[in-house]
């Protein structure tokens, strides 16, 4: 996967996760910049790690 596709996938998850923690009452729109660069460096971390083989074989 390309890291503009990363990136992209990174913004929309990270966006997901803070649209349900408002809903939640977690974050309000007014405090939400403070949430929204660590959740997303989280996301992204996740994403871009490399799958191991023993992940591989747990997945089947």
Known sequence: MKE???KKMAV?????IIVKFIEIGRISPTNFDQF???IYK?????IATP???QEQNEDK
Not at 42 to 46: D, G, I, P, Q
């Open 36 to 38: 929204f660069a660590p």
């Open 51 to 53: 799958i191991t083989t």
């Open 12 to 16: 929309q998850v990270t966006k997901e």
């Open 4 to 6: 503009k596709e990363i």
């Open 42 to 46: 989280e996301v992204l971390k996740t």
